[in-house]
């Protein structure tokens, strides 16, 4: 999906989300100008750049819906050893603030881009489903499918090490890594000493 239609979800769940709340709905009517404002400062610098991929990750709660996500690669020649010597590359996971009612994966893009260079990760910013159309626990299902498709793929697709994952996010992403943290502490996917939220 163009990013930039997502931009009206306000728009669209004010107009036509007949099962929300008309309190709810004139709000998002009025939320829409800085949505599209805030996502478009965030979307359009990176617009050109070329500095990442886009992917869409199915999700395991929501069977054939998906949420996208962007990947950021380490600039070709950062971290020359790593590539040489074989290993895979550490992995990152990180969810956008705004929220849980609006947002995109290029909010974090900044950050994202610097960390993948620094270290030589392999860097996924993620997004999910927005409230009000999806209350609880959706958004946070979300992250947990996100979560448990990097670790399954990681290896496969960006020679990554899916064992030493770390999440971050900003403002409501910051409780959706907590979330997957906790989710994937107990698991055998990730070992818990490598696991940093």
């Known amino acids: 999906m163009f990013e930039p239609i997502r931009w009206f979800h306000p728009l669209f769940d004010a107009l ?18 800085i949505s599209v404002m805030t996502c ?15 992917i869409q990750i199915p999700l395991r709660h929501r069977p054939g819906q998906s ?26 996971l990180d969810f956008h603030g705004g929220g849980f009612i609006g947002g995109n994966p290029e909010h974090d893009a900044e950050f994202c881009s610097a960390l993948s260079d620094e270290l030589g990760a392999v860097v996924v910013s ?6 009000p159309r999806y209350t609880f626990p959706v958004a946070n299902e979300d992250a947990q499918d ?25 403002s ?15 698991t055998d996917s990730v070992s818990y000493t490598h696991l940093r939220a």
């Open 126 to 131: 993620a997004t999910y489903h927005f409230a």
């Open 146 to 170: 996100v979560a448990a498709f990097l670790t399954e793929n990681a290896e496969r697709l960006w020679k990554a090490d899916p064992r030493i994952l770390t999440v971050s996010g900003f």
């Open 172 to 186: 409501a992403g910051g409780n959706l890594a907590l979330g997957v943290a906790q989710g994937l502490a107990g």
């Open 16 to 33: 036509f989300g007949f099962d929300i709340p008309f309190t709810y709905r004139w709000r998002l009517f009025l939320l829409q100008p």
């Open 40 to 54: 478009a400062m965030k979307w359009v610098p990176w617009m050109f750049s070329r500095r990442y991929s886009s």
């Open 67 to 92: 949420v996208r996500a962007i990947v950021f690669l380490p600039l070709g020649g950062s971290k020359s050893t790593l590539e040489t010597s074989g290993a895979l590359r550490p992995l990152h």
